[in-house]
């Protein structure tokens, strides 16, 4: 759809960015730039969000990446318990080692570096994927995930980038699926005027209040509490 509805009519040539003497703010800003000037579309304005990826080196070198997201994948336990999302958004973010594949850019060495992530630009609707099926098995995970009304994203935001913009969403929509990763039905839950309305094919009926603990969910869209 964004695509479709892409108002670039012309994608110029991919361009190299100039990093040196800038801040993290320009840099972020930047990327955006280069983005839209490729992709711009109600559904970017809308669904897309940013994400500021912070390498160090054990000599102190820090460096940065950004990337575009549409949703955020949220990875389950593989365990059959109940799990609860602001948990597992907060392992989403928590700082990870590895090593660096190439020589860092001060020390001139190959070394462990970490990795903190943090969202540089915030979306309208923050779309948030339960990521089901297990990559080894190929089996879904069917463990009952619970969510609440409203989730605060204040945790994992750089600071510098986001500053007047509200960091609390409150949940909208809900997509849901039954049965396995080879059969199995799709519908959806959403928020109208104050009241749960369920979808389901061509049936759509009021469902009072809906629970929120769930093993069926697997996409969440939550509406930032500035957007009307």
Known sequence: ?????????????????????KTIVQLNEEFDKMFRERENSIVVDTFYGQIENIFKCTCGFESFSFEKYLDIPIYLDKDDSKQELTKLIRKNFEKDSFEWGSK????????????????????????????????RTRRKISSPVSFDDSIDLSSYVDKECV?????????????????SIDFGHYYAYIKLDGSWIEFNDSFVSA????????????VLFYKREDVI
């Open 1 to 21: 759809i964004s695509k479709e509805l892409n108002t670039v009519k012309t994608i110029p040539p991919y361009r190299v960015s100039q990093t040196e003497g």
């Open 104 to 135: 860092c850019e001060k020390c001139g060495k190959k070394t462990i570096h970490d990795k903190q992530s943090k969202i540089s630009i915030l979306p309208e609707v923050l779309i948030l994927s339960l990521q089901r099926i297990n990559p």
């Open 163 to 179: 500053k007047s913009m509200k960091t609390r969403y409150n949940l909208y929509g809900i997509g849901n699926h039954s049965g």
């Open 207 to 218: 469902c009072g209040e809906i629970s929120h603990s769930s093993s069926g969910a697997y």
